[in-house]
Nanobody
Framework: QVQLLESGGGLVQAGGSLRLSCAAS????????VDWFRQAPGKEREFVAA???????TYYADSVKGRFTISREAKNTVDLQMNSLKPEDTAVYYC???????????????WGKGILVTVSS
């Protein structure tokens, strides 16, 4: 079992930055791909970014490419650095882990509870 805990969300003005962290407990990320998804009010959950813990390959949704950076950190943590934030980035952000790279919700084995990011205009 892997337990995931997100942190770092909050309120920021458009153009600003936030850094989200996903910390794992129970098992290490060593054999997993870790994803960030987000869900805006009234919309479906969508893929944001992913990183293979082994090797470090990264993947991004077109909507965040060039603005967001996913990275592996010490102590079994994956961060999402979000720059040049837009009001349309407002959503609950979820960390998830699965056995291989995927950008689909149903392929993830473990989920965090989510954390709110609000970008004001």
């Amino acid at each position: 079992q892997v337990q995931l805990l997100e942190s770092g969300g909050g309120l920021v003005q458009a153009g600003g930055s936030l850094r989200l962290s996903c910390a794992a407990s129970g098992r290490t990320f060593s054999s997993y791909t870790v994803d960030w998804f987000r869900q805006a009010p009234g919309k479906e959950r969508e893929f944001v970014a992913a990183i293979r813990w082994s090797g470090g390959s990264t993947y991004y949704a077109d909507s965040v490419k060039g603005r967001f950076t996913i990275s592996r950190e010490a102590k079994n943590t994956v961060d999402l650095q979000m720059n040049s934030l837009k009001p349309e980035d407002t959503a609950v952000y979820y960390c998830a882990a699965g056995p291989r790279y995927s950008d689909t919700v149903n392929s993830m084995d473990y989920w965090g509870k989510g954390i709110l990011v609000t970008v004001s205009s």
